[in-house]
């Protein structure tokens, strides 16, 4: 009906709250269902570009149109094990994330790589394990976060939003579920600067590539707007 409407009027603006409320709400039933644990899992091998492609039309929606959508999809790809599902969830929750620490516009950059974390890199990090990731990025260019946000950004119920407006479940569900997988997520993000979410997933392949211990750092070592959104 929106697609069929002229963009301005008071049905449609009813109509646009009547879509982000069922969005909403969608989005709420699988964060309180993965996260009570009630959800089984059905993991299968898959190429994170092709669970990144077949949500872009929604992600590009989800945003709105101050945002601008980049996809850094990296080829070949190596094949990870997950549920393609929860795997989208992830997507859509940190892309939300992102859209609402850029009320006036930015850039989104949703990319996937390649990681080889070595045991120096492990040892600072006693849960992960050496060996061969797939890397899943998730950058934004909005207000950025304080130590003391980043210090609980993964509790469960914890929001730096408006009392009312988010569960603070979405980046609780996120962990979980990266964690399930098997994985490892990062996070940086300094007030002013964006912040840069990195989800690594053990490959199902391995191969010879250079080892970091330290990996996403820029080589510059600085904190710069379009670096993070890189």
């Not at 959508?69 to 929860?86: A, C, F, N, W, Y």
């Not at 990090?125 to 950058?139: D, I």
Request: charged share 20%.
């Amino acid at each position: 009906m929106l697609e069929r409407m002229p963009p301005v009027g008071a049905l449609c603006n009813d109509l646009s709250v009547i879509k982000a409320a069922s969005e909403h709400a969608a989005v709420l039933r699988r964060q309180l269902v993965t996260f009570s644990r009630k959800l089984v899992l059905q993991p299968q091998s898959l190429n994170l570009n092709t669970v990144v492609s077949q949500i872009e039309d929604m992600l590009r929606l989800m945003i709105g149109e101050d945002i601008e959508l980049e996809l850094h999809l990296t080829t070949p790809m190596r094949i990870v094990k997950g549920d393609p599902s929860q795997l989208e969830l992830v997507i859509m929750n940190l892309a939300v994330n992102a859209r609402d620490a850029m009320p006036e516009g930015g850039k989104l950059c949703v990319g996937t790589g390649h990681a080889e974390l070595d045991d120096t890199y492990c040892q600072l990090n006693p849960s992960v394990k050496p060996g061969s990731y797939v890397t899943l990025s998730v950058a934004d260019t909005g207000c950025g976060m304080t130590p003391e946000m980043l210090s609980h950004i993964f509790e469960p119920f914890y929001t730096t939003k408006e009392m009312g407006t988010r569960t603070g479940l979405g980046l609780a569900t996120v962990y979980d579920i990266v964690r399930w997988s098997g994985g490892h997520i990062t996070i940086r993000s300094q007030v002013g600067q964006g912040t840069r979410f990195c989800i690594y997933l053990p490959a199902q392949e391995a191969s010879n590539m250079r080892r970091t211990s330290n990996p996403g750092q820029d080589q510059a070592g600085e904190w710069k707007r379009d670096d993070i959104a890189r």
